[in-house]
C-alpha cells in the first residue's frame, strides 16, 4: 500500500489549504482513510477521517467547522480542505490507512502511513 500526502504549504492566519492523500496498491473495498498531525513538541493527533464505503466521517474537536474530508472514490484519493487556519495548526501532517470499516482518530487502528507533509501558518 503507498499513500502519497501532498499540499502543505505556508499561509498566513486564516488562510486555507488543501491536502491530498493518493492511495494505491491494495484491491480491498472496505477501509478507513485518517489524517494525522504532529506538532512540534507534541503527540500526533488524529485530524479527521472518512470510509471509503459509505462516505462516514469524524473529525476532532480541534477542527470541527473549519476542515472539511472528502473522497474521489474513483481516484481512491481523499481531500483534506483547511480553512481559516490557526497557528496552532502548524503540523506535520500525514494520511494513513485503516482495513476494515471502523472510523477512528487513534492512530493505533491504522496499518499503512504515508509520508508527512508540512502545513505552517505563520504570518
Known amino acids: 500500500v503507498q499513500l502519497q500526502a501532498s499540499g502543505g504549504g505556508l499561509v498566513q492566519p486564516g488562510g486555507s489549504l488543501r491536502l491530498s492523500c493518493a492511495a494505491s496498491g491494495f484491491s480491498w473495498d472496505y477501509y478507513v482513510i485518517g489524517w494525522f498531525r504532529r506538532a512540534p513538541g507534541k503527540e500526533r493527533e488524529g485530524v479527521s477521517c472518512i470510509a471509503y464505503s459509505d462516505g462516514s466521517t469524524l473529525y476532532s474537536n480541534s477542527v470541527r467547522g473549519r476542515f472539511i474530508i472528502s473522497q474521489d472514490k474513483i481516484k481512491k484519493t481523499v481531500s483534506l480542505e483547511m480553512n481559516n487556519l490557526e497557528p496552532e495548526d502548524t503540523a506535520v501532517y500525514y494520511c494513513?490507512?485503516?482495513?476494515?470499516?471502523?472510523?477512528?482518530?487513534?492512530?493505533?487502528?491504522?496499518?499503512?502511513w504515508g509520508q508527512g507533509t508540512q502545513v505552517t501558518v505563520s504570518s
Open positions: 494513513a490507512m485503516s482495513k476494515g470499516l471502523l472510523i477512528s482518530l487513534e492512530d493505533h487502528y491504522y496499518d499503512y
